[in-house]
């Protein structure tokens, strides 16, 4: 298993649990025992390139590498899989996602944890005509002593309210999994069109894993390059990222910074856009508008009394992944085209909360969820597997196209249904290290 975001700690943890030999290998460290985790030096030094990954268009791009994956970092917001993927991929994830959503507590949180300046975004875009839904969530407060959570939880979460995929790891290791943490997979080995193992470094030290099955869940990233280098040469070709741009505007009063974020939300299907509350962390607010221009950073003054309606975009299929340094993203015209108008709704709804018109300004692109880089009907097929025999994907990179909605549940979901499809064949990591570590590859 490469990779412990969602999707690969959920299929440890079913293999383990099914009596299959697991061994996980996990780029990062576990930060969560760690008093730097959830704080703004830890974020840089867990996220890839100190969080200065950029598509050569410029989209900025956080990309945990840790125990957890991305939801180290995420802001604890769940969606059940949409409908086309039944629909028109003949994947029915309607069982398994429910299944999670029972056995994480999936729900919106409490009224009285929503927040005041989040429901007042939520109250005004109801006067614009839009019918705002409190988020599904992976947070439970009643985990938490105390509860504590606003925009900074994105940088992980310290009261431990949030779901973390490493608490899949962890079950996963109770049922007798192995896991191998700072374990770089710098290639599939193949034989034959069958895959034969990983090859790699742990701490400097190279390594070489013999399995009969290898499942790669590395994420959006670092799944297609892994791919790529075992010939599969479709991988990497296009991708998508939900791309999403944070709109703020000023107001009197106390602004969103200190409420759970994305506690508020709204989907526009027809124009492929889903709307929220959200704002950047205190200290990330002038980094990430400084971007734009040096007036724009000198606005950190008014963060605390800052609204903020963040549009994620269903974005086309475009570009190209090379390397894992080496992205061609950007927006093609009918994105640019949606986005703009999706600003001016966003607009709208900060000016009927109070927001004066000269503060209202948006954040430079981001990509959020790179995804859509092995797809399912061309990379691999509805099982996941990719044409090298005992080679399987399972994360967001499987996507058919932009998700467009939280993606932890979805790929949960994806993860679960391969579990029974690999325990059902037979199949499963049956993992043997042909060179431990401290040996030569």
Known sequence: MVGSGPGGATVARELARGGR??????????????????????????????????????????????????????????????????????????????????????????????????????????????????????????????????????????????????????????????????ARVDRILVEGGAVRGVAGRRGGTPFQVEAETVVLAAGGIGSPVLLQGCGIEAAGRGMAMDTTVMVYGTASGKGIGSDPPMTWSHADDELGVLYSTLIDPWLMYPIIMAQKGLRWSLTWPRWGRTLGVMIKLTDEISGEVLAEDQISKGLTADDRERLDRAREVAGRILRRAGCDEDTIVSTPLRGTHPSATARIGEVVDTDLATEVEGLYVCDASVFPEALGRPTVLTIIALARRLSRHLLASGNGSRAEPGNPPGAPA
Not at 65 to 91: D, F, K, N
Not at 111 to 137: C, D, H, V, Y
Request: hydrophobic fraction near 40%; aromatic fraction near 10%; charged fraction near 25%.
């Open 21 to 182: 030999d697991v061994l996980l290998l996990e780029r990062g460290r576990d930060w969560r025992g760690s008093r730097l985790y959830g704080t703004y030096p830890g974020a840089l030094l867990y996220a890839d390139r100190a969080a200065l990954l950029f598509t050569r268009q410029g989209m900025n791009i956080v990309r945990p590498l840790m125990v957890g994956g991305a939801t180290s970092m995420y802001c604890g917001c769940a969606a059940h899989p949409r409908e086309w993927w039944r629909e028109r991929y003949g994947i029915d994830l309607e069982d398994p996602a429910a299944e999670a959503a029972r056995e994480l507590g999936v729900a919106p949180l409490p009224p009285e944890f929503r927040g005041e300046a989040s429901t007042r975004i939520a109250e005004a875009a109801a006067r614009e005509g839009m019918e705002w839904e409190p988020q599904l969530k992976f947070l439970r407060p009643e985990r938490a002593d105390p509860f504590d959570c606003g925009a900074h939880c994105m940088l992980g979460c310290r009261c431990s309210a949030k779901w973390n995929a490493g608490e899949y790891v962890d079950q996963a290791v109770e049922a007798g999994a192995e896991l191998w943490t700072r």
